[in-house]
């Protein structure tokens, strides 16, 4: 009866609407609305983004059924419908009675009258864009004549207060905080005394220029930055798999720093790196910025996107990249627009939708590439081109299953009823080598029988591996031989009983191959892979079962010792012991007379004859035009691989979209951002509080998806984008102040703070810009200023007004962080190991890697020197933090940390003092000392000066030397590497 009263409602308004004067919103529709509907929709309050004091937001406006009036048409008006009762689940209001009926045909006949409604009776807002951060970048004039005008802007404040800046600080003291902050290690007390005893003008711009040009910047200042990323070696989530071709990005971050990249450049290359510099290595490794954050394998690669889960999975894999691009390079949170309009910023729910349809093609996969760029160029097409191949085929082998017909359906569902019948299964999957990144490498599993007696016969089983889909044959060489001998190093006396290497073979899946042999008798039976099993990005030896028949026709590999060259033991899936366990899953091939064998044949006869000549002459041409191109690219020296966020192309739930051709997913505004409540398709965007570049990019719907990145790259990177300059200024005085002259780097907006010092701000950041993004000249701008020379000594007065020293009337003393810490040991105790870029130490022993890894750091020996490279080289795992880096506030690489924590903790102090790794260290600065010294006391000197790069007071000499004589040198060590002055930097 509902809609009913409605339509009576609806035949009276011609008695409100006889003219727009009739209703006069003040008098009378103003009156309604506050009454009724300001509560939640007025100034206090905007439910759904909604304001019904506002003409435009009333009239244009809220997140979703926009708009909700319709002026010159109540019936399509949504607000009629809600204010009416008419629909149930946006019932205005929603508690409550409903407006009079008097009511309701007042509103009605005002928007039927045409919703006309004065400006003056519209409520006035702030204009949201009126912030700091979002006006154009405009180069202010210094106001000084400082040689530096950072010296001016900060002497010109502090003047206000009254105050004068600090002295600059000894030149000791100068040295190992420049030293630190470029290049995260201490200064040899060699060169800090070159520094000391030069005393020409240029001495500190010489030291500045020298560790500028050194490689140890690019590596400290590398690890500020994949904070801000959130970089990582693992997936993250609950099976936090290892990504073991991550390390490419640090490494060409490492790079693009030390060559001084302009940063216009080095923004662009991360976001569509493969579109602007196509073919490069950089352009390439580069992308691993999208895809440095976590993600979500369960939700990919078991999950398909039509599903729910799917759906909501790939949103959040699209919001990362969506949050780090915009956080990193423009300290917004746009990320908190997917539900509503943000509350603080002027940030749409539809700029953040259009910024997920930028990345909405691309996946976080596997990328090969080359280190000639000729061969990039010359590989791209060719990959493109199988993957056409690949989706063709596809199409084909559909095409010629509906073609066989109903004898086809027949057959598959006898072969479901057959593989029902088979023996029970059980989790032992067989035996599994350790993973190759070479095809051609050799690798054997051999079989100790139980008694010596003439071979007739052996025969072996495929792996069927359920996990990701991957299926029957998963593992098995494409080349392989089978041997005997009594010569357990197969040495000696070697009889081939089975010889498959010289051309590749055919997966058999899951059916048991069965040889007969010449009768041999033996003790060992070995399977010698020759050519491995491709997977994705590296190659494999699998097998479930190998059984071998005597003359008494038993088998005698049943429950016989295994050994391997190498092996995967994760229990119970995958064991040396699986091999002779006597199951395999294609025991289901023999089960009931060998039903399900017979079955398959039959059907693969059936495919080769039932199909039309047409479909199977496509076939056989597109098989041998994949042929063709896999020939072609085996041709190729091996790839390099990076993980970057880029087209996929995959099989099972995980398919990306290559098979589509990279063509986009269409992006949906979601209501409270759920994937279950789609709106309107966006298309790619960015912020439209910003007018200096169109906010949604003009590009044809069939255009390459890299269109797309190519467009937000080239918006993020305008001159004229304020936030990108003001960010990048901001994040490197924060690293040489303790603080930004923004206090909250990766937030802009109104929920962060405002600049302590915004004209010095934009000087930099205009400064910074127009000197083509140089990074290196930014630095040795700020380092030659007196306001970084200053000493940190406090002044009480300035203390009490200014405890956050936000005016910079004193340098910062600041805390190490826990890279820099690790490598200041290992660089005072002589152990530091400088070698450079790929992949990853590892300080922990991996547990279970088949499934859910665990990364125990407990097992592993802090005398291992692969550790001892720089930090930046460390394999981060994110659900299982280091602990000891961890307890001194390490970055969590689950996050975006635009400023780590700075904290002081007895936990700190405890791990300092007993951790394996301190421990160890003291040592070999015991040793290092020793083996540099002869005197016990020179000794102790040559200690302190390697940690503390100066010479110890005879007070502090005294009591050392006391100590050392109790305890000895390497005591005395650990002593010296606790103490806060190694700890900090003054």
């Known amino acids: 009866m509902q809609p009913l009263l409605v339509l009576v409602l609806f035949s009276a308004l011609p008695v409100f609407s006889l003219s727009a004067a009739s209703v006069d919103f003040a008098r009378e529709v ?251 290595i950089d352009g390439i490794e580069a992308l691993g910025f999208l895809a440095a954050g976590p993600w979500d394998l369960i939700g990919h690669a078991e999950v398909p996107e039509t599903k729910t889960d799917g759906k909501i999975a790939r949103h959040l894999d699209r919001d990362d990249m969506v949050a780090n691009t915009m956080g990193t390079f423009c300290a917004t949170t746009v990320h908190c627009a997917q539900c509503h309009n943000h509350k603080f910023d002027p940030i749409t729910q539809e700029d953040y939708y259009s910024l997920q349809a930028v990345y909405a093609a691309i996946d976080r996969t596997d990328k090969k590439y080359f280190g000639d760029e000729a061969l990039t160029k010359k590989y791209g097409p060719l990959e493109s081109s199988l993957l056409k191949i690949k989706a063709e085929l596809t199409v084909l082998e559909k095409q010629a299953e509906k073609e066989a017909g109903a004898e086809l359906l027949k057959l598959d569902a006898a072969l479901v009823e057959a593989r029902k019948a088979s023996p029970a299964k059980r989790p032992e999957v067989g035996f599994h080598s350790s993973v190759s990144k070479e095809q051609e490498v050799r690798k054997w599993v051999q079989v100790e029988l139980g008694r010596i007696e003439g071979i007739k016969r052996v025969a072996f089983a495929g792996c069927y591996d359920d996990f990701n889909k991957i299926g029957a044959g998963f593992g098995f060489p494409l080349r392989y031989k089978i041997e005997a001998s009594d010569d357990p190093g197969f040495e000696t006396g070697v009889h081939v009983l089975v010889d498959r290497s010289g051309e590749d073979q055919a997966n058999p899946g899951t059916a048991l191959q069965s040889v007969e042999t010449q009768t041999v008798k033996a003790k060992y039976i070995r399977f010698t892979a020759m050519r491995l099993a491709p997977r994705k990005g590296d190659f494999i030896f699998a097998l479930a079962e190998l059984l071998v028949f005597g003359e008494s026709g038993e088998n005698m590999a049943k429950g016989a010792d295994v050994t391997s060259l190498d092996s995967i033991e994760a229990g119970p899936r995958w064991a040396r012991k699986n091999l002779t366990d006597g199951y395999y899953s294609g025991m289901e091939a023999v089960a009931g007379g060998g039903t399900v064998g017979k079955l398959e044949s039959q059907r693969a006869e059936l495919m080769r004859t039932a199909p039309k000549a047409e479909t199977l002459s496509k076939l056989a041409s597109a098989k041998a035009e994949r042929s063709r191109v896999e ?256 307890s001194l506030d390490c970055a969590d690489p689950s996050m975006r940390v635009d400023r780590r924590n700075e904290s002081l903790s007895p936990l700190q102090a405890l791990a300092l003092l007993n951790n394996g790794f301190l421990l160890t260290q003291a040592e070999a600065l015991s040793a290092r000392a020793q083996s540099e010294r002869a005197a016990p006391a020179e000794q102790l000197i040559r200690a302190f000066r390697l940690a503390l790069s100066r010479v110890p007071s005879e007070t502090e000499l005294e009591e050392l030397s006391a100590y050392m004589a109790r305890n000895g040198l390497a005591q005395t060590c650990r002593i010296i590497l606790n103490l806060n002055e190694f700890l900090f930097v003054d």
């Open 30 to 280: 103003r009156p309604v609305l506050e009454k009724n509907c300001f509560k939640c929709h007025g100034s206090e309050k905007q439910k759904s983004g909604y304001r019904l004091d506002v003409r435009e937001i009333a009239l244009n406006g809220g997140e979703t059924h926009a708009p909700n009036i319709v002026p010159g048409n109540a019936q399509k008006s949504p607000l009629l419908r809600f204010i009416s009762g008419e629909d149930l689940e946006m019932r205005m209001p929603p508690k409550g009675d409903l407006l009079s009926p008097d009511e309701q045909g007042i509103i009605a006949a005002w928007i039927s009258s045409g919703a006309v409604w004065p400006e003056n009776a519209s409520a006035q807002i702030a204009n949201s864009t009126a912030w700091w951060s979002l006006q154009p970048l405009v180069k202010p004039v210094p106001p000084g004549q400082e040689a530096n005008p950072i010296d001016s802007f900060i002497k010109a404040r502090l003047a206000v207060e009254g105050w004068t800046a600090s002295p600059s600080a000894e030149l000791q003291t100068l040295c190992r905080r420049v030293t630190f902050d470029l290049t995260g290690l201490p200064p040899s007390p060699e060169e800090l005394d070159s520094f000391v005893a030069d005393k020409a003008p240029d001495a500190y711009r010489r030291l500045v220029d020298r560790l500028l040009a050194s490689p140890r910047y690019g590596e400290r200042w590398a690890r500020h930055w994949l904070d801000v990323v959130h970089y990582g070696d693992t997936h993250g989530y609950d099976k936090d798999k290892p990504r073991p071709n991550s390390w490419p990005y640090r490494d060409y971050v490492i790079r693009a720093l030390n060559d001084d990249k302009p940063y216009g450049q080095f923004v662009k290359e991360q976001i569509a790196g493969d579109v602007l510099f196509p073919g490069s």
């Open 631 to 886: 020939s072609e690219m085996k041709a190729f020296p091996e790839p390099k691989i990076a993980y970057i966020g880029a087209v996929h192309t995959g099989t099972g739930a995980f398919r990306g979209t290559g098979g589509e051709g990279g063509k986009p997913r269409p992006v949906f505004l979601l209501a409270r951002g759920q994937v279950s409540q789609p709106g309107r398709e966006v298309g790619p965007g960015a912020l439209a509080a910003l007018s200096f570049r169109p906010s949604r990019f003009s590009i044809a719907s069939d255009a390459p998806e890299g269109a797309r990145r190519a467009a937000l790259a080239h918006w993020i990177a305008d001159p004229n984008n304020p936030l990108t300059w003001r960010t990048m200024v901001n994040r490197v005085w924060q690293y040489h102040f303790g603080a930004g002259i923004v206090e909250t780097p990766g937030d802009f907006g109104r929920n962060g703070a405002v600049p302590s010092h915004p004209e010095l701000l934009d000087w930099l950041a205009a400064e910074f810009r127009d000197g083509g993004g140089s990074l290196k000249s930014l630095h040795r701008l700020i380092l030659m200023s007196e306001t970084y020379r200053q000493e940190s000594f406090s002044r009480a007065a300035m203390e009490v007004k200014d405890s956050g020293n936000r005016l910079l009337w004193k340098q910062n003393r600041r805390k190490l962080e826990a890279e820099a810490l690790r490598d200041a040991v290992l660089s005072a105790s002589g152990k530091l190991d400088v070698s450079m870029g790929g992949s990853g130490w590892q300080d922990f022993i991996v547990e279970q890697p088949a499934h859910s890894p665990h990364y125990r750091y407990d097992l592993h020996d802090p005398l291992d020197a692969k550790t001892y490279r720089r930090s930046i080289y460390r394999f981060i795992v994110r659900s299982q933090t280091q602990p000891w880096m961890t």
